[in-house]
């Protein structure tokens, strides 16, 4: 091989090399809420959340993939930094709060969520 095709070689396994997928989270089924239904789930706060940045709908946005446990299930809530009950979350959590009733309404786009007291 000559000198070229290793030097190549060597940046072309590097490409590949940080290519590789990458998982930051433990993969679990995400939590799926239904719109009108109040849903209790508990959060996991012992470490920080993994995050994740993607684009959507031609939009760059960064999630957080809280754990939580929902009719005895441990699954991943995906929620966008930027939704106003994710601050409301931590501040609870703050206070020690780790159980929360929550209530969707939209779905999608249209999605909200509302802490109910």
């Not at 159980?99 to 939209?106: D, E, M, N, P």
Request: hydrophobic content about 35%.
């Amino acid at each position: 091989m000559t000198e070229n095709e290793t030097k190549q070689n060597n940046w072309i396994a590097s490409e590949v090399e940080s290519l590789k997928p990458t998982k930051d989270f433990e993969e679990k089924p995400s939590l799926q809420l239904k719109p009108g239904v109040i849903a209790e789930i508990k959060i996991d706060f012992t470490k920080p959340f993994e995050v994740w940045n993607g684009e959507q709908g031609g939009k760059t946005i960064t999630k957080k993939i809280v754990p939580v446990t929902f009719e005895g299930a441990s699954l991943n809530w995906w929620l966008n930094v930027k939704n106003p009950i994710y601050r409301e979350l931590m501040v609870l959590a703050k206070e020690g709060q780790t159980a929360f009733k929550i209530l969707q309404s939209g779905e999608k786009a249209n999605t909200r969520y509302v802490l109910v007291k």
